[in-house]
């Protein structure tokens, strides 16, 4: 699982809209640089494959959704928990959160990270959640909303790639049957 924090990416940044909330985090390596260095490391260790690509599965989790707010959709699948029904892996939502993240992606930093990704991984997928599941105000202890925390989708990474080895029925795409 590759954590990205969104607030590292400049254009991101530059979209946000000035709050009193949280101060953003100092900038620091860019993702597209760590996603290659993993690349490399994972190469390093027998793990290349088809292309040059990675064969290892990566899961690709853009934290801190909740921060996201204004830049997202009010129907958006970032902003709720998946169904996850009868104990099996719904694929369909797990698209429509690959699908929107692919979308913001390609977006940001002109889609460096999300071309640097595609170049080094066979089998990625993209997912968005917030530990916290709001920001926290400016003045709140431990960084924590006033409601304390609540988690969103924050499980999903480590569902996929479960259900990647076979250890997670999956609910079929657009048939609405476990696997």
């Known amino acids: ?32 640089q760590i996603a290659a260095d993993l690349a490399v490391q994972l190469r390093a260790h027998g793990k290349g494959g088809s292309r040059g690509r990675v064969a290892t599965p990566i899961a690709v989790a853009i934290t801190k959704t909740d921060m996201l707010g204004s830049l997202l959709d009010p129907h958006s699948p970032l902003l709720r928990n998946a169904p996850h029904t009868d104990g099996a892996f719904d694929e369909d939502d797990r698209l429509a959160v690959h699908e929107e993240i692919r979308s913001l992606m390609t977006d940001w930093d002109s889609g460096a990270l999300l071309r640097q990704l595609e170049l080094d991984f066979a089998r990625l997928s993209l997912f968005g959640l917030s530990a916290l599941g709001a920001p926290p105000p400016a003045d709140a202890p431990a960084d924590v909303p006033k409601s304390g925390p609540q988690p969103v989708r924050v499980e999903d990474p480590l569902l996929w790639l479960l259900a990647q080895r076979g250890l997670l029925p999956v609910r079929a795409t657009g048939k609405g049957r476990v696997k």
Request: aromatic content about 0%; charged content about 20%; cysteine-free.
């Open 1 to 32: 699982v590759l954590l990205v924090d969104p607030l590292q990416l400049g254009s991101v940044r530059d979209r946000l809209p000035v709050t009193d909330g949280p101060e953003l985090p100092v900038v620091e390596t860019p993702p597209q």
